[in-house]
């Protein structure tokens, strides 16, 4: 529940923090006459509603289980993850992109020092949430024993790794924007403001390609990471009576929960209820050593 309100509180301050450069890059973009600094307002209005489609998925993927689904609605925050990375693409990417070609031969003569100020204050915007970001993975990676790198790959918190790869891009494109419109107070061509644009927009269809293909691998069923299948085999191995574990399979259920699915061989002469009992405690110890909530199921079998 921490964790959740953690991201929450992440989300809306992304949220908020697009809300507000997006604003101030339209207005900078239409007194300047900047095709870098409109392509970055069309980024932030496309992060902004990115942000809601993220709040969308903690309210969805926070309701509990019921008949029809017994695992609850964990796997929602991977499909409002997959709609935001569409909406990159198609809101942010595919206008940078056309309004950097109609640029390329647009003459523009006002003094881009507004421009300027805007990109300095919305560096600082987006520096103060890509910043609650990494300090909300640098927590993760210390109550996992992890490095902040590797705990951004084994993460299944789609929502975080959104916005944290929303929040860097939003930096580099920026400092896209900055060369663009320097390059083109140098030169007195606009071109250079047009591919300052057209590369925003490059930027990103790679981020949104990247988080569609993680938000695809989470809807298809991922497995566990090498570190919590190790714990899991483990933990399972270790119970006096278990001869082999012969098989075990695990896929995320959402950020929260993960079922495990094992093939165990018990010792020839243990009993039924013995068996039972085993398959309870590893149930309640890799609840508590798991950072997700596991649903166990044990396959017993004979050697």
Request: hydrophobic share 50%; net charge negative.
């Amino acid at each position: 529940m921490a964790e959740r309100l953690s991201t929450r509180r992440t989300v809306l301050i992304a949220g908020a923090a697009n809300l507000f450069v997006g604003v101030v890059k339209l207005v900078a973009g239409i007194l300047v006459g900047s095709s870098a600094m409109l392509a970055e307002a069309a980024h932030s209005a496309a992060d902004t509603l990115n942000q809601a489609f993220l709040l969308a998925s903690l309210r969805q993927g926070a309701r509990p289980a019921d008949s029809r689904h017994p695992f609850g609605y964990g796997q929602e925050r991977y499909f409002w993850s997959l709609l935001a990375a569409f909406g990159i693409f198609i809101a942010g990417a595919g206008f940078s992109i056309f309004e950097g070609l109609l640029a390329l031969s647009r003459e523009h003569s006002a003094n881009p020092l507004i421009a300027y100020l805007v990109l300095a204050t919305a560096g600082l915007a987006e520096g103060t949430s890509l910043a609650r970001v990494v300090v909300q993975y640098r927590r993760e990676a210390r109550r996992s024993h992890t490095d902040l790198l590797d705990e951004v790959r084994r993460s299944p918190d789609m929502t975080v790794k959104t916005a944290l790869f929303e929040d860097s891009a939003a930096m580099i494109g920026l400092a896209l924007a900055a060369l663009g419109l320097a390059l083109r107070q140098a030169t007195g061509s606009p071109v250079w403001d047009g591919a300052a644009s057209i590369a925003i927009g490059v930027l990103l269809i790679l981020l949104a390609v990247r988080l569609g293909l993680d938000s695809r691998e989470f809807l298809i069923g991922r497995a566990a990471g090498p570190k919590e299948l190790e714990t899991i085999r483990a933990e399972i191995e270790s119970n006096p009576g278990v001869d082999a574990l012969l098989d075990l399979r695990t896929m995320y259920l959402g950020p929260d929960h993960l079922i495990v699915a094992a093939r165990v061989a018990f010792s020839d002469g243990i009993s039924a209820d013995r068996a039972e009992d085993i398959a309870d405690g590893i149930d309640n110890r890799l609840a508590d050593l798991l950072s997700v909530a596991p649903h166990v199921f044990i396959d017993p079998t004979q050697t």
